[in-house]
Nanobody, 120 residues
Framework: QVQLVESGGGLVQAGGSLRLSCAAS????????MGWYRQAPGKQRELVAV???????NYADSVKGRFTISRDNAKNTVYLQMNSLKPEDTAVYYC??????????????WGQGTQVTVSS
């Protein structure tokens, strides 16, 4: 069994910062890609940022220059530093990880989501 547990969401004023964390635990052999997605009310879930096992990163255009994704492989944890937050960043943020739990398969796992609310 694998679990992804997120933390760090909350309420912040526009222009403020938050740092999200997501820790993976369980029978993990290795973790490939890790990322953050978000879903605002009435909208589809969208990619925010992703980081590979080689630390290559990719960001949605809407967050480039404001958000930074990083990971600590020793802790099986991915972070999302969010600066200069805008009201349009308000959403439930979900952690995603592509994890090898045995030597013949990898699966995608999701966290439970953490609410980020940015007030104007």
């Amino acid at each position: 069994q694998v679990q992804l547990v997120e933390s760090g969401g909350g309420l912040v004023q526009a222009g403020g910062s938050l740092r999200l964390s997501c820790a993976a635990s369980g029978s993990i052999i290795s973790i490939n890609r890790m990322g953050w997605y978000r879903q605002a009310p009435g909208k589809q879930r969208e990619l925010v940022a992703v980081i590979t096992s080689g630390d290559s990163t990719n960001y949605a255009d809407s967050v480039k220059g404001r958000f930074t994704i990083s990971r600590d492989n020793a802790k099986n944890t991915v972070y999302l530093q969010m600066n200069s937050l805008k009201p349009e960043d308000t959403a439930v943020y979900y952690c995603n990880a592509n994890i090898m739990i045995n030597f013949w398969s990898r699966d995608d796992y999701w966290g439970q989501g953490t609410q980020v609310t940015v007030s104007s």
